[in-house]
């Protein structure tokens, strides 16, 4: 939970054992080229208890420069109803192109029946992830399916 202190300032209190208090700052972190793994949360579109069905994701991206100034090679995979199982989508993110790029991904197999969509992108070599890749949009296309 976040507080404002008595000097106009977000907080929240870090529970290490120590029970420290940390003051939020908007400083940018860094994080070196390498492994990586992001997963979204389970989208259910506003309505969990519809099947959809989906079509294609648009992902709009910055692929950055890796630190051998190859391409970028990140994985894009999918889970469907919150199982956590992931199968490929129908390409990765290989642009390595500093202006943002936008990939038309499909499901490596039609998803016809589901209530929720989950998206994981992962770097898996030292190369494979560089420190300035940024997602900058994510939009799938899907339909409701008619309830029975």
């Known amino acids: 939970n976040y507080q404002i202190d008595w000097n106009n300032e977000l907080v929240v209190m870090?529970?290490?054992?120590?029970?420290?208090?940390?003051?939020?700052?908007?400083?940018?972190?860094?994080?070196?080229?390498?492994?990586?793994?992001?997963?979204?949360k389970d989208f259910d579109f506003g309505d969990p208890s519809?099947?959809?069905?989906?079509?294609?994701?648009?992902?709009?991206?910055?692929?950055?420069?890796?630190?051998?100034?190859?391409?970028?090679?990140?994985?894009?995979?999918y889970a469907i109803d919150g199982t956590g199982s992931f199968n490929a989508m129908s390409?990765?993110?290989?642009?390595?192109?500093?202006?943002?790029t936008t990939a038309i991904l499909t499901p490596s197999s039609p998803i016809n029946n589901c209530y929720s969509f989950q998206l994981k992108f992962s770097g898996t070599d030292v190369n494979a992830?560089?420190?300035t890749f940024e997602i900058n949009d994510i939009t799938i296309i899907f339909r409701r399916k008619s309830l029975k």
């Open 50 to 77: 519809q099947r959809k069905k989906i079509y294609k994701v648009y992902i709009t991206y910055t692929g950055g420069v890796c630190a051998d100034d190859s391409d970028t090679a990140i994985d894009v995979q």
């Open 14 to 40: 870090k529970n290490d054992g120590n029970s420290n208090i940390i003051t939020y700052t908007q400083a940018a972190g860094t994080v070196g080229d390498g492994n990586m793994e992001f997963i979204t």
């Open 129 to 131: 992830m560089p420190s």
């Open 91 to 100: 390409a990765d993110l290989t642009s390595n192109s500093t202006t943002p």
